[in-house]
């Protein structure tokens, strides 16, 4: 690889997407964010729109990685918690093509974040079992054993408490809903004893954009798990998006190109 190498990511939140290019040697963005609010409804067609805006104010030209906040196997979305149901059954990876002109990987959101993490950031070179959990409008999960990516977990899918865990414990309460940060972090170390529980991981990532808040309330997660606040931070999604979009070939060509 050369000392330099630029790519572009976009991450689409439940409140935002957002793009910008990535030094992917050194895992920094090169340029400032770009942020449109999520279309509401967030259905393919506005989200395709605005990714588009989103390239064409940035002047990109190359190919995108887009993370997105569902299930995607094989370029095709498989659920829609945090998103409109129409994404269900749509390849995204065509859709973007279509939307911009370029070449398009598409990936879990949370799956994109922990790739960045893992790569230049707290889970770097870390073996065994690691977990990244990013709370926002969700609960998102990132899994690696050995630093190999096991892909579309959906650990805030977990049911906890008699409701699906990203309802009882993501950042949305606090940053939406107007609960107190204390009765909060005492959920999600609730939730994280669950999860540890169940899996005994080696390490937790904690990412998503509360993470910034991470030292007012890393007392009350009282779990025995080593855990550490994901360093990117929420430039995570966009980085870990930009990796994924490497093996793209630099213009759109065929979908079956794409693939090879």
């Given at each position: 690889m050369n000392d330099s190498e630029t790519l572009f990511g976009i991450d689409v939140g439940g409140s935002g997407i957002k793009g910008a290019e990535v030094d992917v040697q050194r895992?920094?963005?090169?340029?400032?964010?770009?942020?449109?609010?999520?279309?509401?409804?967030?259905?393919?067609a506005a989200v395709a729109a605005t990714v588009h805006d989103i390239?064409?104010?940035?002047?990109?030209?190359?190919?995108?990685?887009?993370?997105i906040p569902t299930v995607v196997q094989n370029g095709i979305v498989a659920t829609a918690a945090n998103i409109d149901k129409g994404w269900i059954g749509t390849n995204a990876e065509e859709l973007f093509v279509a939307a911009t002109g370029h070449s398009a990987r598409v990936l879990n959101d949370a799956?994109?974040?922990?790739?960045?993490?893992?790569?230049?950031?707290?889970?770097?070179?870390?073996?065994?079992?690691?977990?990244?959990?990013?709370?926002?409008?969700?609960?998102?999960?990132?899994?690696?054993?050995?630093?190999?990516?096991?892909?579309?977990?959906?650990?805030?899918?977990?049911?906890?408490?008699?409701?699906?865990?990203?309802h009882y414990a993501a950042a949305r309460l606090v940053e939406r809903d107007?609960?107190?940060?204390?009765?909060?972090?005492?959920r999600v170390g609730a939730y994280?004893?669950?999860?540890?529980?169940?899996l005994t991981p080696d390490?937790?990532?904690f990412g998503g954009g509360i993470s910034k808040r991470f030292a007012e309330f890393a007392h009350q997660l009282d779990i025995r798990t080593p855990l550490e606040v994901a360093a990117l931070r929420n430039n995570a999604g966009i980085v870990g998006a930009a990796l994924a979009s490497r093996e793209l070939p630099p213009s759109v060509g065929s979908l079956t190109g794409m693939k090879e």
């Open positions: 895992g920094e963005l090169v340029t400032e964010r770009y942020r449109i609010p999520t279309p509401q409804p967030a259905t393919p390239v064409e104010h940035c002047g990109w030209s190359g190919p995108l990685g887009i993370a799956d994109a974040a922990g790739i960045a993490e893992m790569t230049y950031g707290a889970g770097s070179g870390v073996r065994g079992l690691v977990i990244m959990l990013t709370f926002g409008t969700g609960i998102g999960s990132a899994v690696f054993y050995d630093g190999i990516l096991v892909p579309n977990s959906e650990l805030g899918h977990l049911e906890f408490q008699g409701m699906v865990a990203e107007d609960m107190e940060l204390s009765p909060w972090a005492d994280l004893r669950h999860v540890e529980r169940v390490l937790f990532l």
